[in-house]
């Protein structure tokens, strides 16, 4: 039988993966052909969070589950140009995730991307923001490059990710500095 920490754990491994699927499918859609988009504030009540983004986001929602854990991730996606996607996507994990290292739960959800990406972890750097234990972190995929944020927020996790065939430093900062929290 497994325990509820080991549960808890492969939960938000398979969070990550789920997280890094949505953004490489959002990427594959056409995209804007305008190379220079205008970014304005985007505010879900919802997520409790207000972040600047490049047009109006697509809202995605997906089922998740392992066995009783069961919560949803909730993404929020636009395209900068017709081959960068931004998303910021959010998902409650069970609240026996905070008696866990918050560090470790957040080294799952690089790891879960990683796989996810069939890439290679290029540089990962554990921070705070928002008052809450985050790490950034870049992979070089098959597909490109993904840039994230990850946040945890008592039992929410927030990503913030840039997927590009190339890194793109000032967009990814635009997005990261511009998220807050309601």
């Not at 929410?156 to 309601?182: G, I, K, N």
């Amino acid at each position: 039988m497994t325990s509820t920490k080991e549960a808890l754990q492969r939960w938000g491994l398979g969070l990550a993966v789920l997280a890094v699927m949505m953004v490489a499918v959002a990427g594959c859609g056409g995209g804007s052909s305008q190379a220079d988009r205008s970014w304005s504030v985007f505010q879900s009540q919802e997520g409790r969070f207000r972040v600047a983004l490049p047009g109006e986001p697509a809202r995605r929602e997906q089922a998740l589950g392992e066995e009783a854990l069961e919560s949803r991730l909730v993404s929020f996606t636009t395209q900068l140009d017709d081959v960068t996607t931004l998303d910021v996507s959010y998902a409650d994990y069970p609240p026996g995730i905070t008696e866990i290292d918050p560090r470790l739960v957040l080294t799952g959800a690089v790891t879960g991307a990683v796989e996810r990406a069939s890439g290679t972890l290029a540089r990962q750097t554990p921070l705070t923001a928002e008052g809450s234990p985050a790490v950034d972190y870049v992979i070089d995929g098959d597909e490109g490059w993904l840039q994230a944020r990850a946040i945890l927020v008592a039992n929410r996790l927030y990503l913030l990710q840039l997927a590009a065939p190339r890194p793109d430093a000032a967009a990814f900062e635009a997005l990261v500095t511009s998220f807050e929290l309601l």
